[in-house]
């Protein structure tokens, strides 16, 4: 049984690209949230997707835009890149919206701006 | 937003029982306990989560206050693995998490 799969592990872009990262979520679950860990610092909550629409948010600016695909993976897309958006990013995913909402974490994504 | 208050570091002897603290004074009673740890390089792995009652399993036991305002994450005996980050988080169902800067546990040989 596949746990969260991320891709890709390492990732260097400069300012102002764009980046896209993708998210498989655990078999049988259906939601995803993502998460940005800055160096030192706890994750912090990006979004969370389920049924293909954006359920909540969180305070990051429309720069982060995300996607949720009928097969329940995900991608997370950053534009206008900032140094300050290098950070370990998160995927999570868990079993819909009524339950207490364990999230299974990926390895995440280590995306570097120089 | 649900917060969470943890001790910024602790240390344990290696096989020597380990209480991790946490204050959620802000709690609602539909707000779940949640407990998660973060190796270095790695995504946070759940621990345990509960509700009002104190919870088992294979990894912890998580023992909660009557009034829910406080918990603490127990492991039995601490060996080196266990050494890591613990989140203590609040979360309803469907709802986000937030994480705090967790308890950076050092188990020493």
């Known amino acids: 049984d596949a746990g969260v799969t991320q891709s890709p592990t390492h990732l260097i872009k400069t300012r102002g690209q764009q980046v896209t990262l993708r998210c498989s979520p655990k078999s049988g679950h259906d939601t995803v949230s993502w998460y940005q860990q800055a160096l030192g610092q706890g994750p912090q909550f990006i979004f969370q997707y389920y049924e293909e629409e954006e359920r909540q948010r969180g305070n990051f600016p429309d720069r982060f835009s995300g996607h949720q695909f009928p097969n329940y993976s995900s991608e997370l897309n950053v534009n206008a890149l900032l140094l300050g958006d290098s950070a370990l990013y998160l995927c999570?995913?868990?079993?819909?919206?009524?339950?207490?909402?364990?999230?299974?974490f990926g390895p995440g994504t280590r995306l570097t701006v120089l | 937003d649900a917060k969470t208050t943890q001790p910024n570091s602790m240390e344990s002897n290696e096989e020597e029982p380990v209480h991790l603290p946490c204050n959620h004074s802000t709690i609602s009673g539909t707000d779940y306990i949640h407990w998660y740890r973060q190796l270095p390089s790695q995504g946070p792995e759940y621990v345990i989560h509960?509700?009002?009652s104190n919870v088992n399993n294979r990894m912890a036991s998580l023992a909660i206050a009557e009034d829910r305002k406080s918990s603490t994450l127990i492991l039995h005996r601490a060996t080196l693995r266990d050494a890591a980050v613990y989140y203590c988080?609040?979360?309803?169902?469907?709802?986000?998490?937030?994480f705090g800067t967790g308890t950076s546990l050092t188990v020493i040989p």
């Open positions: 988080i609040l979360g309803g169902p469907g709802n986000q998490f937030y």
């Open positions: 509960g509700l009002t």
């Open positions: 999570a995913s868990s079993l819909g919206l009524t339950r207490p909402d364990t999230q299974y």
